[in-house]
T-cell receptor
């Protein structure tokens, strides 16, 4: 069974640009969540999607958005990039999105904003 | 809001020895889940072990076990017979039943296993 796939693995963007990251969950998983990992702030929850609906959102500005498609694949978008958005973005999927349903993480997308 | 604290930024252990990583947490929830994740240089977060708060028995997965002290809000990870492949960042995390996929992570402990 294929794991969680995130593309691309690396991205370099310029301040002010926008970026879209993609996540394909494990087959059959309906919940997808996104996390930002930085040396300063650690791992922070961005948002979670379940059956194409955003179910939970972390404390991030509106520049960060996401969506989920009918096949459970998810994308997150960051507009008007800032230097502080440089981070490792991790996607995780779970079967049903309940607290006892283990999260399976992808390898992440490393975003560098210059 | 939940908080998770890992007070050991770095630890080192010799191969075949035992090491314990500390974690404390705070939550107002009555039911929640606790996890240890491992992040090797490949960047992928790998679930090591999980504990359901309503279960008093400490979870065990092969060489990994936890010491869950609910009253003290402590959740330490013990790695027995350490192997070179255990070298990684280890994150403690909590998740309450009301917020589904939202994990609250600690700051991590970098574990180095040496020969």
């Amino acid at each position: 069974k294929a794991g969680v796939t995130q593309t691309p693995r690396y991205l370099i963007k310029t301040r002010g640009q926008q970026v879209t990251l993609s996540c394909s969950p494990i087959s059959g998983h309906r919940s997808v969540s996104w996390y930002q990992q930085t040396p300063g702030q650690g791992l922070q929850f961005l948002f979670e999607y379940f059956s194409e609906t955003q179910r939970n959102k972390g404390n991030f500005p509106g520049r960060f958005s996401g969506r989920q498609f009918s096949n459970s694949r998810s994308e997150m978008n960051v507009s008007t990039l800032e230097l502080g958005d440089s981070a490792l973005y991790l996607c995780a999927s779970s079967l049903v999105g309940r607290a006892n349903s283990p999260l399976h993480f992808g390898n992440g997308t490393r975003l560098t904003v210059t | 809001a939940q908080t998770v604290t890992q007070s050991q930024p770095e630890m080192s252990v010799q191969e075949a020895e035992t090491v314990t990583l500390s974690c404390t947490y705070d939550t107002s929830e009555s039911n929640y889940y606790l996890f240890w994740y491992k992040q090797p240089p490949s960047r992928q977060m790998i679930l090591v072990i999980r504990q359901e708060a309503y279960k008093q028995q400490n979870a065990t997965e092969n060489r990994f076990s936890v010491n869950f002290q609910k009253a003290a809000k402590s959740f330490s990870l013990k790695i027995s017979d350490s192997q070179l492949g255990d070298t990684a960042m280890y994150f403690c995390a909590s998740r309450d039943t009301g917020t589904a996929s939202k994990l609250t992570f600690g700051t991590g402990t970098r574990l180095q296993v040496t020969l």
